[in-house]
């Protein structure tokens, strides 16, 4: 290997642009030689501060959430949110109440902003298709799943369309001026099969426009209930349990 004299002289030795090449990845990397590196975690720190903050939780508590969901209560519940989780794991009597009147406020201000959307879609519905009855938008956020805040005063009627004494427990219900949301177990989602059996029901347009009755698709709220009851169910929720009218 021929040197170059000059390489000699200067340092007593030269490396080939080769090993200069190999020296070079061997220096180690630091914070300012890779700033691409900070970049990349500042986004996931700021998300996770601003999810924290939607739910009104500290960052210490979001990551007790996280570790939380990491857990056997993620394995068993894995679609619970921060507050529940929280206060189904509260160290003390102190801190369960605090995440419940944290869940409760979350939870009427949610079904607020969910109830404001439906008075608009109803609206814009009579306006579009008047004459027509408009199905419930909120689906599953109605009572059978909704907060006790509002699920309490209200009733759930589960209906077929092959039940022949459905059609008459509801005209009934209508008639008493009774507030319901009517579910209908086998719509399969089709809401012209939804209005097609509430127009031969007899149920009064106006009194689902005022949200007095719903009309709900039934998804898998039924099943979930375990009643194995026949139809028409009429059914109140009591102490946290649902119960037969």
């Keep these: 290997m021929n040197v170059s004299p000059l390489c000699l002289w200067l340092s007593g030795a030269c490396l080939l642009p080769s090993l200069v090449a190999q020296a070079e990845t061997l220096i180690p990397l630091t914070a300012e030689s890779t700033p691409h590196i900070q970049h990349q ?28 969901m990491q857990g056997p209560l993620g394995v068993y519940s894995p679609n619970l949110d921060p507050l529940t989780a929280l206060g189904i794991e509260a160290r003390d009597p102190q801190e369960q109440q605090r995440y419940a009147e944290q869940q409760v406020q979350a939870e009427f201000a949610r079904v607020q902003k969910l109830l404001a959307y439906q008075n608009a879609y109803n609206d814009a519905f009579q306006r579009l298709y008047p004459g027509q009855l408009p199905v419930n938008l909120i689906g599953t956020e109605s009572t059978v799943q ?9 009733l ?12 008459e427990r509801v005209r009934q219900l209508q008639q008493a001026a009774q507030g319901f949301d009517l579910y209908l177990v086998d719509s399969r989602g089709k809401d012209d099969r939804l209005r097609a059996w509430a127009k031969r029901t ?10 007095d009755i719903t009309l709900n698709h039934d998804t898998g709220h039924w099943a979930r ?5 026949a139809f ?3 059914m109140r929720q009591v102490l946290g349990q649902w119960q037969r009218q």
Excluded: H, M
């Design 41 to 68: 975690e500042l986004p996931t720190q700021a998300l996770e501060q601003a999810l924290a903050s939607e739910w009104g939780l500290k960052p210490e508590e979001w990551q007790r959430y996280r570790r939380l």
């Design 232 to 234: 028409p169910a009429v």
């Design 146 to 154: 909704a907060s006790p805040v509002i699920a309490a005063a209200r």
């Design 225 to 229: 209930l375990g009643d194995k009851g």
């Design 156 to 167: 759930a009627v589960f209906v077929t369309s092959n039940c022949k004494s459905c059609p």
């Design 202 to 211: 007899g149920i009064e347009p106006q009194k689902v426009l005022n949200r």
